[in-house]
């Protein structure tokens, strides 16, 4: 531990019981909000947080009062009362209970049922729908509007987990396609999931819902200021749960429609490069990189898996197995169907929601020819779309 | 042995010797004893899993574990604390206290009373089982789903999952079948006189606790059956593909689970008048609106299960019921809190171990249950959720409110199990560590969570890094604290200052009239209760 952080540290530590402008770099609140949902949880956090905290000391208080005076070494005389006689004292035990039931349904349940009403309103003035889809260790975003389809998926280098290289500002929160959203429109956010449950989680815009497979469920947000928010998955969803982060990023409108025309383009370009036949050498380099990316975080870097949790790809019988008949129709539980249809039941996922036909065609002609398997030939990413 | 035992020698009733008395046993005070040892056995096997867990969240990075360990070891955790640790010692406490102070000579179902211990060792092999196989080359090593087994994540998880769910099934047929012989002990053992509104508070918690067991307990057996049939014979009760539905899953899991808090904490809230009356010399503060506190909780609390699935999409009128009804359960609560008070005030107090550590379970207990209030509210819970802040909140509900009154049980009734008077120095340490490191490790866990920290993550971003640092520092210093407890509690079964039969001054109750240790038939004459 740095000189530096020791004292942040420290500093931290006095700032928990100073005032917000005190901290150093000791996040301990509700992170600053960004959408009206943000807002209005903030308030209702604050104001619970200071309501519970009075109780605490008051009820406390009088407690620490009756350990420090009514002690035997002060020669106290023990009272003899098991409850209260005289009606007096019988409306003075019912005080505090009725105290309590006015601050549960009124001081805290009128803001709480507000917030509710705030949070579930997810289609009123709606002016633009995305749809999340969570699976195995991504995040899929579509824009059903546009067309546009994305997956944003972890981009913290494997070296930096295993302390080979320095932790990055962002380490576990920055993704390589973020979720591109404009400013000052309500998004209606769609969500459902491919495989396990997954949660949605953005702090800073107040909301955190469940994508459930099967399923669809809503959530909403209408960002106020362009920037960059970061949350990540929130249910454990198997052993890249912490790996699955969530990042946003909000622009100016004008900035977003250039975004979607871009984007737009580019699947047009991948669209047609599917269309022509790659070198083996084009396979191999985008199937290296694609592999790194989505495959390697189960069957390790070198093929090998982990032994009884996910199979080796080094020597694997399936692998080195057949993938099209002569027909040009998948094999049924061979290599590609595998990759393009998942296991049901595991954590092998169907990829062809996820993958394009280059990637798919790509990573199953890497798997083919490395880690000692030889079997030297190609598949094309034709190929790949005419089995979909 | 005890001069009782001795005198028992030859005569029918004298228990065999060796391990065969413990294995045949039918003595509620020797199968008060298993349970107690298995608990205290088992909590050090929870706690040292939490160590490598903590050490691991030490700093960012993968350091010692992959995350496939890791999944496991926090999931295993909370079920070896909550079914091995917690609830076995409330039930070695009751089958130990509750003959003494309802003056029954045993439990009124000895034979089912030894089967019911005999159980847990078995689920304790079972759920712990994977992690060896997984050495040897078998399987993926245990549930790897969390404690809460949710679906479908728990359809796709090695077969340490199986392990698990037969292991909940053996467990939850010991705790049926415990419920079920304290509710007969207490319905038809009461010595005359001991009417039902005459019990023990710590009774009227055990006996609430018991029957909230054998309503919830049969609907966990039935989800994790579910769920194996899932995984195994092809049925698809959570599985959308099939017209399932993986939500059903949490609703069936809670209905169990929320009453499973108060299962753990009611025998703790039965047990922490009789302490804070003894040490305040003072007798205890309404009875009767305690006793009907307790029942309305527990009626509550099968009702209320919703607020640990806010996130999964619920209605808005689902949610604002749910809201509602968790907020509730703050009145009869408070009148608890309110009783616990209203019995020290004005008493003349001491504070021997027993009473420290009742009282550091009220004040702990406190942040524990206001935490709760404030999760109730469904929009503040979408940020609470899932993150370090619920952490913070069970654990200040489950181990201070749970485990520090298990403990301040301990202290106060181990002088009358063995005879012998506890080491006060050490064990006031022990009450002293614990509280300051109970509070070092999870206040921090409060901050992270709130700052957007989610839980059962192996590796964390920058800005969570000090406070769990400090979070892991606060876990090592009281896991340490523990040992002390184990050396007290040896150094009070070898020996020790003999203890008389009325162990504290102002201790009330039939269990204080018999000698220190209690003979093993205690009450050879039954007992008659005056006014």
Redo the contacts between chains.
């Keep these: ?1 740095s000189a530096r ?1 020791a004292i ?2 420290l500093l ?2 006095l700032a ?1 019981f100073g005032p917000a402008s005190a901290r150093a ?7 600053p909000p960004a959408t009206p ?1 943000a807002l ?2 903030l308030h ?2 604050n104001t ?2 200071v309501i ?1 905290l009075t ?2 000391v008051l ?2 208080a ?2 620490i009062y ?2 420090v005076v ?4 002060r ?9 209260p006689g005289t009606a007096a004292q019988i409306f003075w ?1 019912l005080i ?2 009725l105290i ?2 006015f601050i ?2 009124i001081v ?2 009128i803001p ?2 507000h ?6 309103d997810t289609r009123t003035d709606a002016d633009m729908v995305v749809k999340v889809t969570g699976s195995q260790w991504k995040w899929q975003y579509e824009y059903p509007e546009e067309g546009i389809k994305l997956v944003s998926s972890l981009a913290t280098p494997r070296a ?4 080979q290289a320095a ?1 990055g ?5 920055e993704v390589d396609n973020p979720l591109v959203l404009p400013v000052g429109k309500k998004v209606r956010i769609l ?1 459902t999931s491919t ?3 997954h ?1 949605w ?1 953005v ?1 800073q815009f ?5 994508a ?4 669809i ?2 959530t909403w947000a209408t960002i106020a200021q362009p920037g960059v928010y ?14 699955m982060p969530v990042v946003v990023q909000a622009v100016m409108e004008p900035e977003y429609r250039q975004w979607v025309a871009q984007k737009k383009a580019e699947q047009s370009a991948q669209a047609a490069s599917a269309q022509r036949t790659w070198s083996r050498d084009e396979l191999m380099k985008h199937g290296q990189e694609i592999y790194a990316k989505v495959c390697a975080v189960c069957h390790q870097p070198n093929g090998q898996g ?4 996910f199979p080796a790809l080094a020597g694997s019988k399936l692998v080195n197995g057949p993938l099209l008949d002569a027909a040009g129709r998948l094999v049924k539980d061979g290599h590609l169907d595998r990759v393009m249809n998942g296991k049901p ?3 092998m996922q169907a990829f062809k929601a996820t993958l394009s036909d280059s990637d798919i065609a790509a990573v199953v002609t890497f798997e083919r020819n490395s880690f000692g398997n030889k079997m030297g030939d190609l598949v094309q990413p034709a190929q790949v779309k005419a089995v979909r | 042995m005890t001069t009782a035992d001795l005198a028992l020698h030859g005569s029918p009733h004298a228990p065999p010797r060796g391990l065969m008395r413990w294995l045949t046993t039918t003595n509620h005070k020797d199968i008060g004893t298993m349970y107690l040892v298995f608990s205290l056995v088992m909590f050090f096997v929870g706690g040292a899993m939490i160590l490598l867990v903590r050490a691991e969240l030490f700093q960012p990075g993968m350091q010692m574990m992959q995350p496939e360990l890791f999944n496991q070891l926090i999931g295993v955790h909370a079920l070896v604390m909550i079914f091995m640790a917690l609830m076995p010692a409330a039930t070695g406490f009751a089958n130990w206290m509750i003959p003494l102070m309802i003056g029954a000579p045993d439990m009124a179902l000895p034979r089912l009373n030894n089967w019911s211990f005999w159980l847990l060792p078995p689920a304790a092999a079972l759920l712990l089982m994977p992690f060896a196989l997984a050495l040897f080359g078998v399987g993926s090593g245990a549930i790897a789903t969390g404690w809460t087994f949710y679906a479908p994540l728990s359809v796709q998880d090695g077969m340490g999952l199986d392990f698990a769910i037969l292991a909940i099934h053996l467990l939850g047929i010991s705790s049926v079948m415990g419920s079920i012989n304290i509710v007969v002990t207490v319905f038809n053992l009461r010595a005359p006189g001991m009417t039902f509104m005459k019990l023990p508070l710590f009774v009227w918690g055990w006996l609430i606790t018991a029957f909230m067991l054998i309503a919830v307990i049969p609907v966990l057996a039935g989800a994790v059956t579910m769920l194996l049939t899932d995984r195994h014979f092809g049925t698809h009760f959570f599985n959308a593909a099939g017209g399932g539905d993986p939500i059903l899953f949490q609703h069936l899991f809670w209905f169990f689970g929320h009453p499973e808090v108060y299962i753990v904490l009611f025998p703790v809230w039965g047990l922490t008048p009789h302490i804070l009356s003894a040490f305040a010399r003072k007798p205890v503060y309404g009875y009767r609106a305690q006793v009907y506190a307790f029942w309305v909780i527990g009626i509550l609390s099968v009702i209320v299960w919703g607020h640990h699935i806010m996130t999964s999409g619920m209605s808005t009128g689902a949610l604002l019921y749910f809201m509602y009804s968790t907020m509730s359960i703050s009145l009869p609560l408070s009148v608890l809190f309110f009783c616990w008070i209203a019995t020290i005030w004005r008493g003349a107090m001491t504070f021997e171990a027993p009473m420290l550590f009742a009282l550091g379970m009220i004040v702990l207990f406190g942040i524990g249950g206001l935490t709760g209030l404030v999760l109730a509210d469904a929009a503040a819970d979408a940020q609470y959720h899932h993150s370090y802040f619920v952490v913070a909140h069970f654990h200040y509900t489950l181990f201070a409110g749970g485990i520090m009154g298990i403990m301040a049980g301990v202290y106060f009734w181990l002088p009358k199990m063995t005879g012998h008077m506890i080491d006060e120095i050490l064990a006031k340490w022990h009450f002293w560590l614990t509280a300051i490191a109970f509070n070092l490790t999870f206040l921090p866990q409060f901050f992270v969570g709130l700052a957007g920290m989610p839980r059962r993550v192996p590796d964390y971003a920058l800005q969570f890094a000090e406070f769990n640092m400090l979070s892991s520092i606060g876990a090592f210093v009281l896991g340490a604290a523990q040992l002390l407890f184990l050396i007290v509690v040896v150094k009070c079964i070898r020996g020790g200052p003999p203890a008389p039969a009325k162990v504290w001054e102002g201790a009330e109750g039939l269990e204080w009239t018999v000698p220190s240790p209690p003979p093993h038939h205690t009450f050879q004459t039954r007992p008659v209760i005056g006014e």
């Design positions: 531990m952080r942040s540290m931290g530590g928990v770099s000791l996040d301990w609140n509700l992170p949902l209005d949880t209702v956090h619970f947080m519970t109780i605490f009820v406390f009088i407690m009756s350990i009514h002690r035997k070494s020669n106290h005389e023990p009272a003899a009362f098991t409850g035990t505090p209970f309590l039931v549960d349904f805290m349940g709480a049922y917030s509710v009403e705030v949070m579930q930096q987990l295993d302390g932790k500002e962002h380490y576990l929160r969500l495989d396990v449950i949660t989680w702090p107040g909301t955190k819902r469940d459930i497979p099967g399923f469920r809503e970061r949350g990540q998955c929130a249910e454990l969803c198997g052993t890249g749960h912490a790996f982990i032994p009884g949790t039941g595991t954590a």
